[in-house]
């Protein structure tokens, strides 16, 4: 099963964007990376995903490297709100890893 | 609105009496998985299930029961809940089925649960 690196934790300026790294260097030709972020003990809410190409929502974009191995979540304004961890994820089918995630702290 | 319910939110029981937690979904997802999460540990699959009647073992499934009798339930079973069992839980459901998971999890907001 295809797992992922992230770095424990990060620090952003408020308004500045947030780069979150993620490595998923065995991640197979047909699995999504998939990000999530989950604030103090709620249920992880979803926030983007894609297969090849970089892909841009309301909350973020995600940009995966030509070769897959890895991805960054950007978050162009990071606000107090965006403090959470963040989780990166390959999904290959059921089986799920979720891994320690990233500790975004956004201060002001 | 579209969601994950489960139930109970916060649950104190002692070792050896046997619970069910319910997980619910609206969605007419295929997909069910349950997570427990513990402090340092990050979130980990216990049970998941691409469809009815269809359950696979995640990655710390011991301790733990599920059944899928209908699409929209994915009870989570403790036969004989231990204080290592005391976590928080989380039930999550996405459309998909084996060949297709391009689709994201929805979670429910968790179950606090507390053996002594």
């Known amino acids: 099963d295809a797992k992922t690196t992230q770095p424990p934790s990060m620090d952003c300026a408020e308004g500045r964007a947030a780069n979150l790294p993620c490595n998923h260097s065995?991640?197979?030709?047909?699995?999504?990376v998939y990000w999530y972020r989950q604030i103090h003990s709620q249920g992880p809410q979803y926030i983007i995903h894609g297969l090849k190409n970089n892909e841009t929502n309301e909350m973020a974009s995600l940009i995966i490297t030509e070769d897959r191995k890895s991805s960054t979540l950007i978050l162009p304004h990071a606000t107090l709100r965006d403090t959470a961890v963040y989780y990166c994820?390959?999904?290959?089918?059921?089986?799920?890893?979720f891994g320690q995630g990233t500790e975004l702290s956004v201060k002001p | 609105e579209a969601q994950v319910t489960q139930n109970p939110r916060y649950l104190i029981t002692v070792t050896g009496k046997k619970l069910t937690v319910t997980c619910s979904q609206n969605m007419n997802h295929e997909y069910m998985s349950w997570y427990r999460q513990d402090p340092g540990l990050g979130l980990r699959q216990i049970y998941y299930?691409?469809?009815?009647?269809?359950?696979d073992k995640g990655d710390v499934p011991e301790g733990y029961k599920v059944s899928r009798k209908e699409k929209r339930n994915f009870p989570l079973i403790l036969e004989s809940p231990s204080p290592n069992q005391t976590s928080l839980y989380f039930c999550a459901s996405s459309a998909g089925d084996r060949l297709n998971y391009n689709s994201p999890l929805h979670f429910g907001n968790g179950t606090r649960l507390t053996v002594t």
């Open positions: 299930s691409m469809n009815v009647e269809v359950t």
């Open positions: 065995t991640i197979s030709g047909n699995e999504y």
């Open positions: 994820i390959v999904r290959p089918g059921g089986k799920l890893i």
